[in-house]
């Protein structure tokens, strides 16, 4: 049971933080917020406090210094990590799935293995592990394709190549040159879908779903759909073009045979399911999966929130 005013901890420090801050504070129980480590913004919600977002053993001897009621994970990092496994060890209620659960972000390929089992509408993907494959690979198929970073690479880890010398590059930098690290060093090679690109939300405990309302972000570093792919320089919501109709059909090709598909693999999901969609022709398509709210889609979406959102977690 929550005190009240309940005091809950908000985890990472950048924008969709900011958001998630600003709606636990607009709630009716006035709850006590900190923030770790927060930022300049967040201070005039929340108390920041000094700890990096993937320091665990910090993060778990605050909730327990500081008697959280309630910590929200907004990073994916530290649930890739296993703050929430830490966290419900020590009986303590946390918004984020467990790290097994974050692998549907950490890896596209166990993301991926996933869909295919789940049924789950994906575009076809082959995974490399050498980069001279993946080259061979790009060669003897059609463009464009998609390259992703098999790990977390924060928004950087896909590019669209329309053309050879593209695609190769980007294997290249992935693969050879490690300018992502780890998280490259094994990359998927998707087929390129067509269609309108949105985002789809949902709050669950494993068995219910709460979808939110839909987003839009946009990913182009520059204007009129130029320049590198990023995790996103803006967004909006609602999105104008997707009914309840269309959202009903996500909640049940999408989110209901994830879930349960984890469920049957022994891994129960609580927190946050974001699905990146291509509306194509024959339906919507899983780009990825998240484990968290998107940013900057957090910023949009919390904001016409109608609802308390401490009652959501």
């Not at 966290?87 to 996933?114: D, M, N, T, W, Y």
Request: aromatic content about 4%.
């Amino acid at each position: 049971m929550m005190r009240q005013p309940p005091h809950i901890l908000v985890i990472g420090g950048g924008g969709r933080e900011h958001a998630l801050v600003w709606a636990l504070a607009r709630s009716g129980r006035r709850p006590t917020l900190l923030c770790a480590p927060g930022n300049p913004g967040i201070a005039e919600l929340a108390r920041c406090v000094p700890i990096p977002a993937d320091d665990l053993d910090a993060l778990v001897r605050l909730v327990q210094s500081e008697r959280i009621d309630l910590t929200v994970v907004g990073p994916e990092k530290p649930l890739s990590l296993g703050l929430a496994d830490r966290l419900r060890a020590i009986g303590h209620p946390v918004v984020g799935p467990s790290a097994a659960a974050a692998r549907i972000e950490s890896s596209k390929q166990f993301a991926k293995e996933l869909m295919t089992r789940a049924k789950i509408p994906t575009a076809s993907a082959a995974l490399f592990e050498e980069a001279g494959r993946a080259i061979e690979h790009v060669k003897n198929h059609p463009l464009p394709l998609v390259i992703k970073a098999d790990g977390l690479a924060q928004g950087k880890g896909v590019v669209i190549a329309h053309a050879l010398p593209e695609a190769i590059r980007a294997i290249e930098q992935f693969m050879t040159a490690g300018v992502l690290g780890e998280a490259g060093r094994r990359v998927l090679i998707e087929h390129f879908l067509v269609g309108r690109e949105v985002t789809c939300m949902a709050v669950t405990d494993g068995r219910t779903i709460v979808p939110l309302v839909t987003a839009q972000d946009h990913k182009q570093l520059c204007d009129g759909g130029l320049g590198p792919n990023t995790g996103g320089m803006g967004a909006y919501a609602p999105v104008p073009f997707v009914s309840p109709a269309l959202l009903a059909r996500v909640e049940r090709e999408v989110f209901r045979p994830l879930l349960a598909e984890l469920n049957r693999g022994g891994i129960g999901y609580q927190g946050i399911i974001y699905a990146g969609l291509m509306l194509c022709r024959d339906g919507p398509y899983v780009l990825e999966f998240n484990c968290r709210f998107g940013d900057p889609e957090a910023q949009a979406v919390l904001s016409l929130l109608e609802s308390d959102f401490i009652d959501l977690c």
